[in-house]
């Protein structure tokens, strides 16, 4: 632990050498854009800020020729999880929760379970765990991370790229009660 801190430690130092000098030049780059687009529209920067945001649930073309849809189901994981990595190994008992439909009751619809879905949002560091409303203020999901197209986002906002990926509320309450084993957390909410 000692010797990862000091690494940190040695990391945080560079960085921050040259932090100044990023954020002179966002400064700048805005005041650029503003002078030469006074009337175009701008996110507000929601970095230590209390906001509410709205936006599209859709999928968003990375190229051309493909096409990202807007949700993913637990077929995903599957495809993705990998035992030999940090970032995608799924613990065994959830993939044997994820193999049955039968599990997914009353949280999937038919043979399968949403697991995450994309809005036309913006994201940055420090949104994660923000919730996501539907139009009615039904909480349908909890904002996490944004889409690899779009890391750009924190210098230009981009429409058509920039997604923001949220866990969907029903993958969530089926980890709480399947996985978790707390149905008495599930009993104490109200459902629309």
């Known amino acids: 632990v ?11 130092d560079k960085y921050l050498a040259y932090n100044n000098a990023i954020e002179k030049g966002k400064r700048e780059l805005f005041a650029a854009m503003s002078e030469f687009q006074p009337n175009a529209l701008r996110p507000s920067d929601a970095n230590f800020t ?5 936006g599209r649930i859709l999928g968003y073309e ?8 807007h949700f993913t189901t637990e ?11 940090s970032e995608f190994a799924v613990q065994p008992e959830i993939l044997e929760l994820l193999s049955n439909p039968a599990n997914f009751a009353p949280y999937g619809v038919g043979d399968h379970l949403f697991t995450c879905f994309l ?8 949104n994660s765990g923000s919730p996501v409303f539907d139009k009615n203020g039904n909480l349908i999901g909890l904002a996490f991370d944004g889409n690899w197209e779009a890391m750009s ?17 029903r993958y969530v309450l089926f980890m709480i009660d ?6 008495r957390l599930i009993q104490e909410l109200t459902f629309a």
Do not use: H
């Not at 000692?2 to 945080?12: A, P």
């Not at 399947?178 to 149905?183: F, L, Y």
């Open 119 to 126: 809005s036309d949002n913006d994201i940055t560091g420090g």
């Open 75 to 85: 077929r995903g994981v599957f495809q993705k999880q990998n035992p030999n990595s």
């Open 153 to 169: 986002g924190d210098i230009e906002f981009e429409p058509d790229l920039q997604r923001t990926i949220s866990v969907d509320i």
């Open 50 to 54: 209390m906001r509410m945001s709205y």
């Open 178 to 183: 399947k996985w978790a084993k707390c149905p």
């Open 62 to 69: 990375p190229g051309d020729g493909a096409w990202y849809y």
């Open 2 to 12: 000692q010797s990862i801190l000091m690494y940190y430690s040695s990391l945080l």
